[in-house]
């Protein structure tokens, strides 16, 4: 399994980015798909996660009513929509799938990552 992000980019504070996951075959109604996200100098945090089966969401305290995390099943893609973006908001942030629930938060739960794209916050 693959898992290509997409829609990272510079945005002023206030502002609002949409990123994509692409997930290169077809995921079973099992997987869980989380993004997270890693600040220089800082350990890999968790954003959200989505299970791709009935939606189920997730979602770190600091990002609770801005961000928005999707699934399009059809297209195999997940989505994080992230609006009223703080400078602390600046990261790499990668996208992960969960073949079987073990728990949202926790990077070590997650099977397969991606290799990540960069948001930057300015204030």
């Known amino acids: 399994v693959q898992l290509v992000e997409s829609g990272g980019g510079l945005v002023q504070a206030g502002g609002s980015l949409r990123l994509s996951c692409a997930v290169s075959?077809?995921?079973?109604?099992?997987?869980?798909m989380g993004w997270f996200r890693q600040a220089p100098g800082k350990e890999r945090e968790f954003v959200a996660a989505?299970?791709?089966?009935?939606?189920?969401?997730d979602y770190a305290d600091s990002v609770k009513g801005r961000f928005t995390i999707s699934s399009d099943n059809a297209e195999n893609t997940v989505y994080l929509q992230m609006n009223s973006l703080k400078p602390e908001d600046t990261a790499v942030y990668y996208c992960?799938?969960?073949?079987?629930?073990?728990?949202?938060?926790?990077?070590?739960?997650?099977?397969?990552w991606g290799q990540g794209t960069q948001v930057t916050v300015s204030s």
């Open positions: 075959e077809r995921t079973f109604s099992t997987y869980t």
């Open positions: 992960a799938a969960q073949r079987f629930f073990r728990g949202a938060s926790g990077s070590s739960l997650y099977d397969y």
């Open positions: 989505i299970r791709w089966s009935g939606g189920a969401t």
